[in-house]
């Protein structure tokens, strides 16, 4: 009996320790389920009020002050053109860093829900499908089923590169 417990745990290691594995932390926007990486995660707050910012684009809804820290916080249903709702109790806003060519910044993203942390092995993830060059899929890193869900997971890098968001803002 001993030595079953033994090898479960044995097994149960390796699965936990496979190096082709990334975790995601998981949030729901418009009923549709979103991914970052978890490793950008420093933080999940519920929503404030954030002081605006005069000029800025409708999907960045202001700054919070964070432990000093001045951290803009971005709609992501606004970021992604989905309709704007108010916001509720399971609104949050996930503070994540972002790493820019030369820097590091904190953002926060505010968000429906907190969903779950997946872990997805790197077979698992399947590329964004090819659009054209009418849309810019750069921001999603991968696609994943999990329960029979589609899960969105973003490269937060790309989906908060400024140029982008000009061009983007120029098209519409």
């Known amino acids: 009996m ?23 932390l998981s949030f729901y926007l418009a009923g549709e389920e979103y991914g970052v990486d978890i490793l950008r995660v420093q933080e999940i707050k519920c929503w404030e009020n954030a002081t605006e910012v005069p000029n800025s684009p409708d999907y960045l809804k202001g700054v919070i002050n964070l432990r000093g820290t001045i951290v803009p916080v971005i709609d992501m249903r606004q970021r992604f053109g989905i309709e704007a709702i108010e916001y509720t109790k399971t609104t949050v806003v996930i503070v994540l860093k972002v790493e820019d060519a ?3 910044r904190t953002v926060g993203f ?63």
């Open 102 to 104: 030369d820097r590091e």
């Open 110 to 172: 505010i968000v429906d829900a907190v969903s779950d942390v997946y872990t997805i092995e790197s077979e698992l993830l399947r590329a964004p499908p090819e659009t054209g060059d009418s849309i810019d899929l750069g921001f999603v890193k991968g696609l994943t089923s999990i329960n029979e869900k589609m899960v969105v997971l973003l490269d937060i890098d790309h989906l908060l590169d400024e140029e982008k968001i000009s061009e983007s803002q120029n098209l519409h």
């Open 2 to 24: 001993e030595i079953e417990n033994q090898s479960e745990t044995h097994s149960m290691m390796n699965t936990d320790l496979d190096l082709n594995a990334e975790q995601f």
